[in-house]
């Protein structure tokens, strides 16, 4: 069954630190990959999106992430964490024509001061 | 800025009543979606329109679950009756482009649901 598997339910890293969460997908072809942030108390928002090419992709609010074929995974990076981007992360596949994504269970971004 | 529009925020119900909620999405999106975010999961699909018709609806309880898109802009969602099972986040999202297009989909800030 397709799938995508985000390890870690809750990361905590200190403000000015690097980041990366981790995620890996279960599906017969390359699926189109995303990564959603989530506010408390506000809806899901896009950060970046892979569908095909350049493997590392550039997204909003200094966010990246890199696919891996070889590794089934689209880890997200930043280089330098601030205090707003504690949230909830869900990575996110789909597959065939359908822009309908399949969610991850979620990571918690906590961030020290 | 254009966003989706969701309301009531937040609604505390006694199982077996009946809940509505209600999203108006961004103008111009075609396509609209409801989604259930359960405590410490991610957002599963339930309903998704295209204008006013149903797309895909397999994931929707319909034994107590109904949406409805009549004139294809906002769109309801009704749970009659609630049960403690469905307590969750109610997300709606839309997207402008036609189903398999991709396009991004924008999320409103959802109706968080408490059954008592």
């Known amino acids: 069954a397709q799938s995508v598997t985000q390890p870690d339910i809750h990361i905590t890293v200190s403000e000015g630190a690097s980041l990366e969460l981790r995620c890996n997908y279960s599906?017969?072809?390359?699926?189109?990959l995303f990564w959603y942030v989530q506010s408390p108390g506000q809806g899901l928002q896009l950060l970046l999106k892979?569908?095909?090419?350049?493997?590392l992709v550039q997204g909003i609010k200094g966010f990246e992430a890199e696919f891996k074929r070889s590794q089934s995974s689209f880890n997200l990076r930043k280089p330098s964490v601030h205090w707003s981007d504690a949230a909830e992360y869900f990575c996110?596949?789909?597959?065939?024509?359908?822009?309908?994504?399949?969610f991850g269970r979620g990571t918690s971004l906590i961030v020290h001061p | 800025e254009a966003e989706v529009a969701q309301s009531p925020r937040y609604k505390i119900t006694e199982k077996s009543q009946a809940v509505a909620f209600w999203c108006d999405p961004i103008?111009?999106?075609?396509?609209l979606y409801w989604y259930r975010q359960i405590l410490g999961q991610g957002p599963e699909l339930l309903v998704q329109?295209?204008?006013?018709?149903?797309?895909?609806d397999s994931q929707l309880p319909k034994d107590r679950f109904s949406a409805e898109r009549l004139k294809g802009v906002d769109s309801t969602l009704k749970i009659q009756p609630a049960e403690l099972g469905d307590s969750a986040m109610y997300l709606c999202?839309?997207?402008?482009?036609?189903?398999?297009?991709?396009?991004?989909?924008?999320f409103g800030p959802g109706t968080r649901l408490t059954v008592l």
């Open positions: 329109f295209q204008d006013e018709s149903v797309v895909d």
């Open positions: 103008s111009g999106h075609a396509t």
């Open positions: 599906y017969g072809a390359t699926p189109y």
């Open positions: 999202a839309s997207s402008q482009q036609p189903q398999g297009a991709r396009d991004e989909q924008f």
């Open positions: 996110a596949a789909s597959s065939g024509g359908s822009y309908i994504p399949t």
């Open positions: 892979y569908f095909s090419g350049d493997t």
